[in-house]
């Protein structure tokens, strides 16, 4: 036997914040030979699959499926309700809204970013000021991102709701769920939400590759008003199931569909709001573990949160700061000696710069139960000590008593 062996052998944990872990059923639906597109089982999956995105998305209104990630859903969504000249304004919680709003910007739309960092959650007030002082109505859309994956943020989209409501501001509240669906409560038509965009790779649980717009009767108006659409795009032929079947513009993603049809039965069999409450226990694990290891006497040589306050924290993803280069090497030793793989940091730090290095993310999004949190965090506790990482006691203790506790002594 080799002296430097290993435990690495079995099977991985990718434990990154998307895409996320596959299930066997999804899997396994999709292990076939190719179905015929035109007629039989496929169409009526196809159709099957609607009803049960909406009640994941909590709406009554229309669904949009694109074969994109969560890009082409975004581009979507920009497409059909805005044109050159609109002006949008983006509150930005992290680089997945700048993304959002720097495609915006390539399609010709104006857009006013408030850039609230990436430690901070939107302020209600600097987007009041925004609003109020768009006596014309110049914007046509907010556009949200619920969580952001790369700070781990979570906005209140509710909140913002009422905000626009408040000044009745008629702008359209478009919100990307692409992090946050099937993990953190999302009520699209009860939070008076426009326009969702989603993919499937994360709470979904599916490969990447098939993408999600979610609208109501005002953006189909909004679509309505549009002088021309992109005809891939446009979404109104798409939330037609008459005609959607054999309207991917081209070819149906027919194993997408078997999949996502397998992790939509484990959604639903769990129920939305057992899947929401478990993704909080998960998290709040997570973050019981993470506090006692960031409880030392120099926390500057130690591990941090990103988002500071729990109030603040989505329940799919926790990015944390652990001094350069100690993030990227506990990542590297953990991929290497334990089969364990923990995302890296987005957007808190150029990625040619070494402060890059002091930064992870641990994704719970999906398919992940107690004992892969507790093998997750058992993981990093062995990483910090055959790193030396200082790191403070009682994190295992105190994430074994989240799990053992009764949900109401929870929060
Ligand atoms: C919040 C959010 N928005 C948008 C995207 C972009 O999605 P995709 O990588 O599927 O294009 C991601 C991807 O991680 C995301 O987390």
């Not at 430690?119 to 939107?122: G, K, P």
């Not at 054999?246 to 993603?253: E, I, K, L, N, V």
């Not at 409880?295 to 040589?301: H, L």
């Not at 957007?347 to 002091?358: E, M, R, V």
């Given at each position: 036997m080799q002296e430097n062996y290993t435990h690495s052998g079995g099977r991985g944990y990718l434990a990154i914040p998307g895409p996320s872990v596959i299930p066997d059923e999804v899997l396994q639906a999709m292990h076939r030979p190719s179905p015929n597109i035109y007629a039989g089982d496929l169409l009526t999956l196809t159709d099957s699959l609607i009803p049960d995105l909406k009640a994941v998305a909590r709406t009554k209104h229309s669904v949009a499926i694109y074969i994109a990630n969560g890009h082409g859903a975004w581009e979507a969504a920009l497409m059909n309700t805005l044109q050159p000249g609109d002006r949008v304004l983006v509150p930005s919680s992290g680089r997945f809204a700048i993304g959002w709003a720097e495609m915006a910007e390539a399609l010709g739309i104006e857009v006013e970013i408030l850039d609230f960092g990436t430690?901070?959650?939107?302020d209600f007030e600097r987007i009041a000021e925004a609003l109020k002082a768009d006596i014309g109505h110049q914007f046509k859309a907010v556009l949200g991102v619920h969580t952001d994956t790369s700070s781990s943020i979570r906005n209140d989209v509710a909140a913002l709701r009422h905000l626009m409501d408040e000044l009745q501001h008629p702008a359209l509240l478009m919100a990307d769920c692409i992090a946050s669906l099937g993990c953190d409560r999302f009520e699209m038509d009860l939070w008076g939400v426009d326009v969702m965009v989603s993919a499937c790779?994360?709470?979904?649980?599916?490969?990447?590759g098939i993408s999600f717009v979610f609208f109501n009767d005002k953006a189909a108006a909004a679509r309505a008003r549009l002088p021309r659409i992109s005809q891939y795009w446009d979404w109104s032929p798409r939330a037609n199931p008459e005609v959607f079947y054999?309207?991917?513009?081209?070819?149906?993603?027919t194993h997408h569909l078997y999949g996502l049809r397998a992790a939509l039965d484990l959604i639903h069999a769990e129920g939305m709001e057992q899947v929401w409450a478990r993704h909080a226990r998960l998290a709040q694990a997570i973050w019981t573990a993470c506090e006692a290891w960031g409880?030392?006497?120099?926390?500057?040589?130690g591990l941090r949160f990103n988002a500071p306050s729990r109030a603040l924290r989505s329940h799919a993803v926790t990015a944390l700061h652990l001094p350069s280069p100690k993030a990227s090497d506990l990542r590297a030793w953990l991929e290497s000696n334990l089969g364990l793989t923990l995302g890296i940091g987005l957007?808190?730090?150029?990625?040619?710069?070494?402060?890059?290095?002091?930064h992870f993310r641990l994704g719970h999004m999906g398919h992940v139960n107690g004992h892969m949190i507790m093998g997750l965090l058992g993981g990093i506790e062995t990483g910090f000590k055959a790193l030396s990482i200082p790191h403070g006691a009682g994190a295992l203790e105190g994430a074994a008593k989240v799990f053992s506790a009764k949900a109401t002594d929870l929060l």
């Open positions: 430690e901070a959650a939107w790779q994360k709470g979904l649980m599916t490969p990447a054999q309207y991917f513009g081209g070819t149906a993603p409880d030392i006497e120099d926390p500057s040589k957007g808190l730090a150029p990625s040619d710069s070494p402060a890059w290095h002091g």
